[in-house]
């Protein structure tokens, strides 16, 4: 099963919605990554370690302990209330649903992604990460 329909299945879960799958690609797709049905969760990784106290967050979804847990107003922040509006509309609810739905869902998705160092590799590891946050700061 690919990331987004994982996050397809698991956001339609926690908000209660009957959601095609097609639906919330598109809406997780332009969200989370390019609009056309792909989500970068290692471009997300490294927005969320260059806004500071999201680092911590982050890097707990990327270790192999327990995710921390991020708020629906951080997240709403970090993707802007623009973005998450739009993201709301498109799946039929609210933006404060939709934003709560996925501050539950977004650390099993990067957790899940992260499985085995896959998603920490393709941005260099944790130092890696930390540069490209560094480099977003600069």
Known sequence: MDIVQMGAQLLSQK??????EATIRSALSTLLGDGQGNVDLAGLASKMASSGELG???NSWLGDGANSPISAESLTGLMGEGPMADFAGSIGTDTGTAA????EVLPQLMDQSSSGGALL???GGLG???GAAKSLLS
Request: hydrophobic residues 55%; charged residues 5%; glycine residues 16%.
């Open 100 to 103: 709560n739905g996925l501050a």
């Open 15 to 20: 908000l209660g919605l009957q959601i095609n």
């Open 121 to 123: 590799e393709s941005v």
């Open 128 to 130: 890696g990460l930390m």
């Open 56 to 58: 911590n967050i982050v």
